[in-house]
T-cell receptor
Framework: EADIYQTPRYLVIGTGKKITLECSQT?????MYWYQQDPGMELHLIHY???????EKGDLSSESTVSRIRTEHFPLTLESARPSHTSQYLC?????????????FGQGTRLTVV | GENVEQHPSTLSVQEGDSAVIKCTYS??????FPWYKQELGKRPQLIID?????GEKKDQRIAVTLNKTAKHFSLHITETQPEDSAVYFC???????????FGKGTSLLVTP
C-alpha cells in the first residue's frame, strides 16, 4: 500500500547522542518535508526537498541535517541531541505539478531527549 | 519566506452552529492553499484545498474562500458536529512553489 513511513515511532535518548530519524514514501512523490510539532501546536518547517540531491532549509534547520539520495528516502539527522529537541517530528511528501498536489504525512516520531 | 497567520487560535461552538477560521499569507506568488485537520494523536490530513484561480470551493459541509487581492483565505464549516473537534491548519505554498508553510493552527471544540 502506498504510504509514508517513519521510524522509529518513539525514541528516548541521552543528551549529546547523534540520531537519525527515518522517512520513506512509496508514492513516488518528488517533494518531501520535515516538520517539528509539539502536541496540538504549530508545524515548524525544518527541511524540505524537491527532488533527488536537492535539500533546502526551513525555519528550524540549524541543528539538523538531511539528505536525499533516493526519491523515496529523506532521513533527518540530529548531530548532538539536546532536551530542547524533545518534540514530535513529522515527515510529509507531495507530488510536483498536476492537479492534485496534496501533501501526505507520516505517523510521526516522538523524540524525548533526557 | 512565506508567512502564514491564522486566527483564532481556539474556537468553541455549539453543535449545529457554523465555524470560521481565517488565514492571511505574505507571498503574493503563492498559488496553493490547503487546509488540514489533525485529530488528537493522529497525523494531519487534508480536508479541502483551493488554488489561486478559484475564489471558492465547497465539499459538503466544508467550504474555503480565497481573496488573492487581500491575500487571505478562510475555512467555513457549517452544521458542526462533535467529530469536527480537532486542530485545523491552513497552509500556503511559498516561494518557487516548493515549501508548504503552515499557520499556527486553530483548536476547534464543538460541544453537544
Amino acid at each position: 500500500e502506498a504510504d509514508i513511513y517513519q521510524t522509529p515511532r518513539y525514541l528516548v535518548i541521552g543528551t549529546g547522542k547523534k540520531i537519525t530519524l527515518e522517512c520513506s514514501q512509496t508514492m513516488g512523490h518528488d517533494k518531501m518535508y520535515w516538520y517539528q510539532q509539539d502536541p496540538g501546536m504549530e508545524l515548524h518547517l525544518i527541511h524540505y526537498s524537491y527532488g533527488v540531491n536537492s535539500t533546502e532549509k526551513g525555519d528550524l534547520s540549524s541543528e539538523s541535517t538531511v539528505s536525499r539520495i533516493r526519491t523515496e528516502h529523506f532521513p533527518l539527522t540530529l548531530e548532538s541531541a539536546r532536551p530542547s529537541h524533545t518534540s514530535q517530528y513529522l515527515c510529509a511528501s507531495s507530488p510536483t505539478g498536476g492537479i492534485n498536489t496534496e501533501a501526505f504525512f507520516g505517523q510521526g516520531t516522538r523524540l524525548t531527549v533526557v | 519566506g512565506e508567512n502564514v497567520e491564522q486566527h483564532p487560535s481556539t474556537l468553541s461552538v455549539q453543535e449545529g452552529d457554523s465555524a470560521v477560521i481565517k488565514c492571511t499569507y505574505s507571498d503574493s506568488a503563492s498559488n496553493y492553499f490547503p487546509w488540514y485537520k489533525q485529530e488528537l494523536g493522529k497525523r494531519p490530513q487534508l480536508i479541502i484545498d483551493i488554488r489561486s484561480n478559484v475564489g471558492e470551493k465547497k465539499d459538503q459541509r466544508i467550504a474555503v474562500t480565497l481573496n488573492k487581492t487581500a491575500k487571505h483565505f478562510s475555512l467555513h464549516i457549517t452544521e458542526t458536529q462533535p467529530e469536527d473537534s480537532a486542530v485545523y491548519f491552513c497552509a500556503a505554498e511559498g516561494n518557487s512553489g516548493y515549501a508548504l508553510n503552515f499557520g499556527k493552527g486553530t483548536s476547534l471544540l464543538v460541544t453537544p
